[in-house]
């Protein structure tokens, strides 16, 4: 019996899948590094760089040769170990560059990752208007993978099975919330924030003691054990993730919340029953725009005629695929939908839109609390995962922050009723009447 | 010289355009009523309430005879007056129905006629649904009126140029509001809520003084004067009714204001120049879909690089002609945007959606409150444009309090900025930090 079996049979930090070990770690003896660059491929990085917007960007190569457009205009020195790397990187950078630097095969020597991601993102979004229509089929990003009720399973025990020990090194202490936090001033700290942002969630929903709930996604259970213990009210929180439901179930227990919480490990599609408040923080973004009509029927027969609705999403501000590392090697399956996409969820059943509200930069600094976490733990992570794996995580974390400083990435609130349903708040005013943050945490 | 030339020179109570003088205004020998309805006829009848989805409504015939589906059961008595009344009606029911009201050949006995729109568009929503491909087809509204921009000045001139006289009846007397007005607490006055709604307008782009705005359909100019009164502001103001822009330049003028206020009497699409702030109030609905484009361009175009827009308009759940009644005797040209459409206006152009708000029910109680006014000035209305305009615009203000109850119109407030801004607002408590209303009006 291998490790690798063992950890199957009781996941407890199982390690990654295949993708992750993937062909770009080559061995040294094939990549070439003591050779002088080809004309062609110096042109290679002068053209790249052009396409993307010439950000300010210079390349090492690997005989320590700078490629920069213009001399000392760089904020960021990127380090191409070899030829292959290059040639991987032009062909399709979308996918390669996260994948390079997860193999040590592109490296980052001056500057920081958040940074060059936000560049790269701002410098990339422009270019790419007058890109000619080879380049954008040569590098677009593909369609996400499906997310059928049995792949849905995959894609979500891909990520969300790491296992809990790995999150626990780098979300919030107080509910590990592993999505948007908010922040209601700017020097709250992480725990205040996820805490403050499930107090919000309950607010919009105008939860009253004796409700009931049905929660789609439920994560670790942090909002459901929120709900049930301030605002007494009953839930049913469905996932599909195992790791993360026999944790919530053990915390319900543990704070003696079971008789209020059922944990139901199931999809979102099996869900079954009447509730007054529907509610799904970060589930969205992995429903998949083929499943958007199944799931907003699903919110219509489950909504009591008063009830309201949360749905809280990463989203975009146009109809836009995923990007192709993150959906390939991260989040597979994953597409956050454009903000007339989640309308089109709600204009399916007729459901009356009552408030939006995107928290795109307060995403941008629950991502800057985790990384200073992850950061912190990174030595932790790489013993449980290898460096691969830790420079992958780096990658995702640092591009996340650019892409929601950007605006590549935005994340919608979205609080919605039945169409025909005239008791719903008359002013968000509610909302904002005592401070959502705790004090202490 | 007749009146009509007279009015059209200095236009101070218009007569309204022809349609209002309609077909359906038959002399009385032609109405047959004094016959017994024939058995197809009671089939009719019964026939278009079941078609209605069997709201509590009973008919009376005109010759007496009540026809209802079960006995006792109805909340309204409708009678029609004649036989061609009823089949004017069958025939086309979306346009009929205003326009035999108008004439007096379809009126209400028992019951109100905003409670009974407000049944009939509850009932007719779920019973469409069922409805044959035939009906569908048969009452089914038809496209609204060009909106180019030679055919939007005839558009607004037919509703926006009856004449301030008329409006002044009935409309606030602070600010002659004509769109939506934002009730903080459900006893506030009209003036106070209208007050309320441009101070809620102005906290929600966060005005500042000295910054410009761009106004696109400035009504009367309350909103421009609201502005550069209270947040110090620069305001050049668009609008194609030459009677609105009139009253504007004067009352800014008169409250020296003119300063800081251009009031323009162009159409959107020439507005030019940059600002910092883009604002329109109840334009959109006349803009037609055509226009998205346009206008989405537009705000690309005059709005700086951190600035701030607000769209204020009435909309929909989802895709739907407007009423062809509405359409065509009151608001030419006007089509409710749905959410998803709206949405697509803000994508055209990768704007970020800030903030959504809806403020249905908040226009079912500006409605209420204007046609309490209108129903007290109602003599005096007849007196300026006679019986069938008084009945039309009854008919107007209760249909759409009816509509905005049952949900089949909406009212979204949508805050968005360029896609790239990060300076936009992390939090909406600063839009409740205070009262918007004001205590004495």
């Given at each position: 019996?291998?490790?690798?079996?063992?950890?199957?049979?009781?996941?407890?930090?199982?390690?990654?899948?295949?993708?992750?070990?993937?062909?770009?770690?080559?061995?040294?003896?094939?990549?070439?590094?003591?050779?002088?660059?080809?004309?062609?491929?110096?042109?290679?990085?002068?053209?790249?760089?052009?396409?993307?917007?010439?950000?300010?960007?210079?390349?090492?190569?690997?005989?320590?040769?700078?490629?920069?457009?213009?001399?000392?205009?760089?904020?960021?020195?990127?380090?191409?170990?070899?030829?292959?790397?290059?040639?991987?990187?032009?062909?399709?950078?979308?996918?390669?560059?996260?994948?390079?630097?997860?193999?040590?095969?592109?490296?980052?020597?001056?500057?920081?990752?958040?940074?060059?991601?936000?560049?790269?993102?701002?410098?990339?979004?422009?270019?790419?208007?007058?890109?000619?229509?080879?380049?954008?089929?040569?590098?677009?990003?593909?369609?996400?993978?499906?997310?059928?009720?049995?792949?849905?399973?995959?894609?979500?025990?891909?990520?969300?099975?790491?296992?809990?020990?790995?999150?626990?090194?780098?979300?919030?202490?107080?509910?590990?919330q592993y999505t948007c936090a908010y922040y209601?001033?700017?020097?709250?700290?992480?725990?205040?924030a996820q805490?403050?942002k499930?107090?919000h969630?309950?607010?919009?929903?105008?939860?009253?003691?004796?409700?009931?709930?049905?929660?789609?996604?439920?994560?670790?259970?942090?909002?459901?054990?929120?709900?049930?213990?301030?605002?007494?009210?009953?839930?049913?929180?469905?996932?599909?993730?195992?790791?993360?439901?026999?944790?919530?179930?053990?915390?319900?227990?543990?704070?003696?919340?079971?008789?209020?919480?059922?944990?139901?490990?199931?999809?979102?599609?099996?869900?079954?029953?009447?509730?007054?408040?529907?509610?799904?923080v970060g589930?969205?973004?992995?429903?998949?725009?083929?499943?958007?009509?199944?799931?907003?029927?699903?919110?219509?027969?489950?909504?009591?005629?008063?009830?309201?609705?949360?749905?809280h999403s990463i989203?975009?501000?146009?109809?836009?695929?995923?990007?192709?590392?993150?959906?390939?090697?991260?989040?597979?399956?994953?597409?956050?939908?454009?903000?007339?996409?989640?309308?089109?969820?709600?204009?399916?059943?007729?459901?009356?839109?009552?408030?939006?509200?995107n928290l795109r930069l307060h995403y941008a600094q629950t991502l800057?609390?985790w990384?200073?976490?992850?950061?912190?733990?990174?030595?932790?992570?790489?013993?449980?995962?290898?460096?691969?794996?830790?420079?992958?995580?780096?990658?995702?974390?640092?591009?996340s922050?650019?892409?929601f400083?950007?605006?590549?990435l935005q994340l919608f609130q979205?609080?919605?009723?039945?169409?025909?349903?005239?008791?719903?708040?008359?002013?968000?005013?509610?909302?904002?009447?005592?401070?959502?943050?705790?004090?202490?945490?």
């Amino acid at each position: 019996m291998n490790d690798r079996t063992a950890t199957d049979s009781k996941p407890e930090h199982r390690q990654p899948d295949n993708n992750f070990g993937h062909p770009l770690n080559l061995p040294l003896e094939d990549l070439q590094v003591a050779r002088e660059p080809h004309r062609h491929e110096r042109w290679l990085v002068a053209k790249l760089l052009r396409m993307s917007g010439s950000p300010p960007i210079r390349f090492r190569l690997w005989n320590g040769e700078i490629i920069e457009l213009q001399e000392g205009q760089a904020d960021f020195t990127l380090y191409l170990t070899d030829p292959k790397a290059l040639l991987t990187l032009v062909s399709n950078p979308n996918l390669a560059f996260g994948d390079l630097y997860s193999a040590g095969r592109l490296q980052l020597l001056d500057g920081e990752l958040p940074d060059l991601a936000e560049t790269l993102y701002r410098h990339v979004h422009r270019a790419m208007q007058n890109w000619p229509r080879w380049l954008e089929t040569l590098w677009k990003n593909h369609a996400p993978r499906s997310t059928d009720i049995d792949d849905a399973k995959e894609n979500i025990h891909h990520h969300y099975d790491l296992g809990n020990e790995f999150y626990k090194l780098w979300l919030d202490q107080a509910e590990m919330q592993y999505t948007c936090a908010y922040y209601e001033t700017a020097d709250a700290t992480l725990e205040q924030a996820q805490l403050a942002k499930l107090e919000h969630v309950c607010r919009k929903l105008r939860l009253k003691p004796g409700m009931t709930v049905v929660e789609a996604g439920s994560g670790w259970g942090g909002l459901a054990r929120y709900m049930a213990r301030n605002y007494g009210v009953k839930v049913h929180a469905y996932n599909i993730s195992r790791e993360q439901i026999s944790h919530a179930r053990e915390e319900a227990r543990r704070q003696q919340l079971d008789h209020l919480i059922t944990y139901v490990e199931d999809d979102y599609r099996n869900i079954s029953g009447e509730y007054d408040a529907f509610v799904s923080v970060g589930m969205l973004e992995h429903v998949g725009k083929e499943n958007y009509q199944t799931l907003s029927d699903l919110i219509k027969r489950c909504l009591k005629p008063e009830g309201l609705a949360l749905l809280h999403s990463i989203g975009r501000n146009r109809p836009m695929l995923m990007n192709a590392w993150i959906e390939k090697r991260i989040f597979p399956g994953a597409y956050p939908p454009s903000i007339g996409e989640f309308m089109s969820l709600c204009e399916a059943n007729d459901f009356s839109v009552m408030d939006v509200e995107n928290l795109r930069l307060h995403y941008a600094q629950t991502l800057i609390h985790w990384k200073e976490r992850f950061d912190q733990n990174e030595d932790r992570v790489t013993e449980m995962y290898g460096e691969h794996f830790t420079r992958a995580w780096r990658m995702y974390l640092s591009g996340s922050i650019g892409a929601f400083r950007a605006g590549s990435l935005q994340l919608f609130q979205v609080v919605f009723s039945h169409g025909d349903n005239n008791n719903i708040p008359r002013s968000r005013r509610d909302l904002y009447t005592s401070h959502a943050t705790p004090e202490e945490v």
